[in-house]
Every structure is written in C-alpha cells, then in structure tokens.
C-alpha cells in the first residue's frame, strides 16, 4: 500500500453509476475537480441524463474551494487590520495637515460625505435621483414633495443642474481632451521604438578601443584623458562598492582620476569614506577624497566645487556615477568612444539597472516605470532627435560642452535636466546607449520613493519658468523649440500630473454627486487599460501587476500634482532636497563572489574600531512606516463616491472608485513598500 503522498500525487478517475469525474489533487490542502468527462455521451441510451453521486461530488468539491479562498481572504483581512491597528496606534504622520491640498482634499471629504448621506435619505424616500431636461422646462418642474426636506432636496438638484454641472462638465471634457493627447503621445513614443526595434537602429562608435589587431592600450592607442566623479552624502551604506566598482574600471590608470565628492555632515561617514578612498590610493588606483565645509547648493553645487580644480583642464570627458551606482568595468570602453570624430557630441548616457526590482510590490511598479523611461523615451528621443534629459548619473560629458553650457547651476534641484536643457540650446547632441547598463537600486520604501517623486516633479516646473525666456530667444530650429516647451515641459512635465490627478481624483468621484456632468466609461478604463498595457511592454515580464501599476500611478499623481505646483509657484516645499535612502542592495556579482566565498583583494573595510561606532549609532536610528494624510482622505473620499455610484446603478464607475480608494488607502497607510517591524 502507497504512502498518502502517492495518493495524493495521483491522478484517478473516479466513477458513479458509469459516469467518470476525474481529480487531481497534490496534496492535501489542494484538491480539485478539473474535469467532468462523460465517455458515455454518445450512448443514446444515457444522454441527457444526470447521476446524483456525481453532483453531490462536484458541488462538495466547489464548496471546499469557496471555503479556502474564504479562508484565505479572512487571513488577508486579519493581517491588513493588524497593520492598520499599529499604524494608527503608532501615531506616526506626513506634516501635510497645513498644506493647501490636504486643506481642499479634507474639505472635499467631509462634502462628499454629507451629499451621501443626503442622497441615501432620499434614495430610501423614494425620491427621484434622475433629473428630467432642464433646458426648457426649469420653470415649471414640480415635485410633490411637501416636507422640508424635499424642498431642499428639489433646491439642490436645481442648483447642481444649471450651476454644478455645465463648469464640472467643461473641466471633464478639457481634462479628457488632454488625456488623449498624452495618450496619442505616449503611443507615438512606443510606435517609434518599435520602429527602432524592427530596423535595428543604434549608435555605432565610429573607432572602438582595442579593435585593432596587435595595438598596445598603454603605448600605441589613444586612451582620452577622463575624470569620473563620485558625489554622495551621508550615503554609508553604498560607498564602498560603488568606489570599488569605478576603480576597477578597465582604463588605463594614468588616464582616468576618480574624485570622491563627499558632502556628509556625519563625521563618522565623512571618516570611512576617507579610509576607504587612502585604502585604494595605497593599491595604486588615481582617486582623490574631497569634502566642502560650506554645502551650499546640493549635488549641483558639490559638482561645480570639482569642476574648479585646477587639473580638470587636463582631462577631456567626465563620468558621472552617483553613490549607488556600480558601472561594469567596460563602461568607458563602450561609451568614450562615441565621441571620436564627432565633435558635436556633448553627453552619451547609459541605461539603468536595478538590482533590488523584485525586493516588493513598489519596487516592482517602479520598475515598470523605468524601463518604459529608458527602453521608450530616451532612446527614441536619442534615436530620432538627439536630445532628452540627463538622468543625473551614468553618463559621460564632454568637458567642453558642460563649460559651453555654463556649467553647473544650483537655481534648481534637477541640476540634471537643466545642464541638459541648455547644451541643448547650444546645438549639442546628446546620445543614449540601451545597451550599455549601469545597476543601482531603487527606493524601497514608500517615504524615500514619494520624496524623490516631488524633487523630480517640482524641479522641471521651476526650471521651465527659469528657462523659457532662453528657448524662446535660442538659435534652435523652430521644431526643436515647439518639441522643448510642448512635449518635454508642458506635456510630459505639467500636463500628465494635472489631469491625472484632477480627473480621476477629483472630477470623477463629484461626477457621482452631480450626475448630470457625465464622465464616459471609457475614459475611467480602456484607454488607462490601454496606455498602463503600452508601459508595461518594455517589461512584459511584469504584466500581471497591470492592474496594480494602472492604480499606483493614479495614487502618485497627488504627490507629483503637489510637487508640480510647488514648482510652478516656486513654494517653499520645491526647494527641498532629501537625499533618496538607499539600503546597500549588492550587485548580482558581489552575490557569487559572497556565494563562492572569493573576496576581491582590492576592497578593503574600514577600521574595525570605526566600523563598530558606526553599526551601533546606527542601531539607534530607528525607522517607521508613517500615515499620510492627503491618500487616506482622498480613499475615503473615492470609497465615499463609490457607494453613491451604486444609487446610479454605475457598474464600471463603482468598480473602479472601489479598488482606487483601496490602493489610496494601502498608500496612505504604507503597506505598499518597506514594512518595518
């Protein structure tokens, strides 16, 4: 007789009165009916009829599956209670109480609950929620209704007719008129890179390092004079393999100086950083530790600080990796050579990679995110126009471009973009290598993640303002103007976080209050279907979060709205920079040398005494997930608008309001990202 594993791993046939219903089970906690076959169905004797013993089995079966998903829900829902129970035990929130939006999303709130109450005493009246025609017959609607309530009822379907509805209508009509537009955009963007994919299209430097057969990298071939600079802050936890990773770039050492620009305001970080980079000068690689006592204008400011050496003007490019970045060691061999004989080539900039992708549910939604960005928009803008904007790291600039530009600016806090901006008004080209990849990490909680959102959202808004005089009285072809102010600003900057924000979190929900502005269904989900199916083809292996990215995205657009219009409007909160944390995540190779046990000789730690003081300072620095206002007021409020669509009788409308207010909701209390215990 066979053990009970056996018997669950197979697969019978059992059978009733002649009938056969097969089973597969593979254990005993996952057991199913997959197939009910009837070999007897051509019998004319037996069709048509049922066996009793086989409907009991199949409806056993059914109920015993209902009853593990049941019970896997009420596990679900336990464990999400418990979470929200410590979130709101712990007491830990976002400073927005005293921001405008939190101020108008609090009011919208507490309006929209009072209209649902007001809306359900007349739904149990029996009160009509539809309105007849206004147009004509204002003067003469009557409702026989003769207690107060029905006269203020009646007083409001009339205001909400002829005085709610028309501005409501108007704004859902221009919101959805630009939501086509950047849906017409974003599928020309995917058209062209399909295009590119079809016809094989990508840079080819004109000379590539050691092609030539019997040439000496040290004697006979030219090896440009490059600078790579490192800027960090307070960013122990990656210093070390992001040092180690450029000092082993395969270069020759007398043509290549590291600059390690370190702006921490720890001693303790400034002091193993400084170890670590005496540890690789004494193994005989070209690097240099620098630190600024005044820190005045952030990663811009500490770059223009190493700009102003007086040995820069020996070398020709620099390469720019930020603390978290490890270049593979070809880096400069695949890129430095795009610029051979082509003496209008400003910046050639590396695609990104990340090493902690799958680390949980928001890193996996960024990184649907992020390969649309690169594998889309930079390449077929590098591809076709020679212009986008500097992501800041990983790429190589010709020093003479960067000083044609004007340099480093810290009037903004994308010091990025606006270098790039302005090269491009200069007639520099830029170049963009899908190729050619340089791993780093994402954030992984929601709180690091949400303030790099708004630096990347104001910034672009503060220098629009600062920078549309430029454009407008630039040289440039006139194309290429309309492409800067339209397209990269106005559209993909301004445009996309207004009407996202405005017409799913705002127009949407009041549409359930004021049914006479109405908002199509296939505005609320086919065309947002369509465009989150078009972002995430670059990443297909990430199709089944589909539905998950669609509704994050929808949740960040409160804080890249805010972060907009704090740009715009040159708010305070636009000028803060929070340097993105990061949790010292090892690349996929430092993971097999770890496995194999093999320890590069070249990388040393820093002293034991000083690596002790520092884990137990750190100790003490305790994180929390927070609570965020401004998402659990507009989850409620969306819940809210939820319940008042199914008065209307709303199918997709409710659908989609419900599991919006769920994702605001998973947002406004943390659980999407890091969980800490």
């Known amino acids: 007789m066979g053990g009970w594993s056996d018997w669950f791993a197979r697969d019978d046939t059992i059978r009733f009165g002649g009938t056969p219903v097969v089973i597969k089970m593979e254990n005993p906690n996952n057991w199913s009916i997959s197939e009910i076959s009837d070999i007897s169905q051509d019998d004319p004797r037996r069709k048509g009829k049922k066996n009793a013993k086989q409907?009991?089995?199949?409806?056993?079966?059914?109920?015993?599956?209902?009853?593990?998903?049941?019970?896997?829900?009420?596990?679900?829902?336990?464990?999400?209670?418990?979470?929200?129970?410590?979130?709101?035990?712990?007491?830990?929130?976002?400073?927005?109480?005293?921001?405008?939006?939190?101020?108008?999303?609090?009011?919208?709130?507490?309006?929209?609950?009072?209209l649902l109450c007001f809306e359900l005493y007349a739904y149990f009246k029996q009160y009509h929620l539809t309105i007849p025609d206004y147009t004509m017959a204002i003067p003469s609607f009557k409702v026989n209704i003769n207690d107060l309530f029905g006269s203020i009822y009646t007083g409001w379907m009339r205001i909400r007719a002829e005085y709610i509805a028309p501005p409501l209508q108007f704004l859902s009509d221009a919101c959805v008129v630009l939501f086509l537009i950047q849906s017409a955009d974003r599928l020309i963007l995917c058209l062209g890179c399909f295009w590119i994919k079809l016809r094989r299209m990508k840079p080819v430097p004109k000379v590539a390092f050691g092609s030539k057969e019997g040439s000496d990298p040290e004697a006979g071939e030219h090896f440009p004079m490059v600078l790579v600079q490192i800027p960090m802050c307070n960013e122990r936890e990656v210093y070390q393999q992001s040092i180690a990773a450029v000092c082993n770039l395969d270069w020759p050492r007398s043509n290549f100086l590291v600059q390690v620009l370190d702006d921490s305001d720890d001693p303790l970080t400034q002091k193993l950083i400084k170890a670590e980079v005496d540890k690789w000068q004494e193994s005989g690689a070209r690097i240099v530790y620098r630190h600024r006592e005044i820190r005045e204008g952030f990663k811009a400011g500490n770059l223009k600080s190493a700009m102003e050496c007086s040995y820069v003007k020996d070398y020709e490019f620099v390469a720019i990796f930020d603390a978290d970045f490890q270049p593979t060691p070809d880096f400069l061999k695949r890129t430095v050579p795009h610029f051979k004989d082509n003496k209008e080539l400003a910046l050639v900039q590396a695609r990104w990679t990340f090493v902690n992708k799958d680390e949980n549910l928001l890193t996996r939604l960024q990184y649907i995110n992020l390969c649309f960005h690169f594998e889309v928009e930079q390449q077929v803008n590098g591809i076709f126009i020679n212009f986008f904007g500097f992501n800041g790291?990983?790429?190589?600039?010709?020093?003479?471009?960067?000083?044609?530009?004007?340099?480093?600016?810290?009037?903004?806090?994308?010091?990025?973009?606006?270098?790039?901006v302005r090269a491009h008004l200069k007639g520099w080209k830029f170049i963009y290598l899908n190729d050619v990849e340089c791993q780093c990490e994402l954030p992984e909680s929601y709180e690091a993640y949400r303030k790099q959102q708004h630096r990347w959202h104001s910034g672009p808004m503060q220098l629009f303002r600062l920078c549309l005089p430029d454009i407008i009285r630039s040289k440039i072809a006139l194309w290429k103007k309309a492409n800067l102010i339209f397209l990269f600003f106005l559209l993909r900057k301004l445009i996309l976080p207004f009407y996202s924000f405005t017409l799913f979190c705002i127009i949407l929900p009041m549409t359930m209050f004021v049914p006479e502005a109405e908002l199509p269904a296939w505005v609320v989900c086919y065309v947002p279907a369509t465009m989150s199916?078009?972002?995430?083809?670059?990443?297909?292996?990430?199709?089944?979060?589909?539905?998950?990215?669609?509704?994050?995205?929808?949740?960040?657009?409160?804080?890249?709205?805010?972060?907009?219009?704090?740009?715009?409007?040159?708010?305070?909160?636009?000028?803060?920079?929070?340097?993105?944390?990061?949790?010292?995540?090892?690349?996929?190779?430092?993971?097999?040398?770890?496995?194999?046990?093999?320890?590069?000789?070249?990388?040393?730690?820093?002293?034991?005494?000083?690596?002790?003081?520092?884990?137990?300072?750190?100790?003490?620095?305790?994180?929390?997930?927070?609570?965020?206002?401004?998402?659990?007021?507009?989850?409620?409020?969306?819940?809210?608008?939820?319940?008042?669509?199914?008065?209307?009788?709303?199918?997709?409308?409710?659908?989609?309001?419900?599991?919006?207010?769920?994702?605001?909701?998973?947002?406004?209390?943390?659980?999407?990202?890091?969980?800490?215990?």
């Open 393 to 420: 790291t990983a790429g190589v600039w010709r020093i003479k471009a960067l000083e044609d530009s004007g340099g480093w600016m810290e009037r903004t806090t994308v010091e990025d973009m606006d270098i790039a």
């Open 533 to 677: 199916l078009l972002n995430i083809l670059p990443a297909p292996r990430s199709f089944p979060f589909m539905i998950p990215y669609l509704l994050f995205e929808n949740t960040m657009s409160v804080t890249k709205f805010h972060a907009m219009v704090s740009g715009l409007f040159q708010l305070p909160s636009s000028f803060e920079w929070v340097v993105t944390k990061k949790s010292g995540r090892s690349s996929d190779g430092d993971l097999v040398n770890l496995l194999n046990g093999k320890k590069d000789d070249k990388v040393s730690n820093a002293p034991e005494k000083e690596k002790d003081i520092v884990i137990k300072k750190s100790k003490k620095k305790k994180k929390h997930n927070r609570m965020y206002r401004k998402e659990l007021m507009l989850a409620f409020l969306l819940l809210t608008a939820s319940v008042r669509s199914l008065l209307s009788a709303q199918g997709l409308h409710f659908y989609f309001l419900l599991f919006q207010g769920i994702s605001f909701l998973l947002v406004g209390l943390d659980l999407i990202g890091e969980q800490v215990d």
């Open 55 to 114: 409907i009991t089995w199949v409806l056993l079966l059914r109920a015993h599956r209902a009853a593990g998903c049941l019970a896997s829900l009420a596990s679900g829902s336990v464990g999400l209670i418990s979470a929200v129970r410590r979130r709101v035990s712990a007491g830990r929130a976002d400073s927005s109480r005293h921001h405008r939006l939190y101020t108008f999303i609090k009011f919208s709130l507490f309006l929209s609950i009072t």
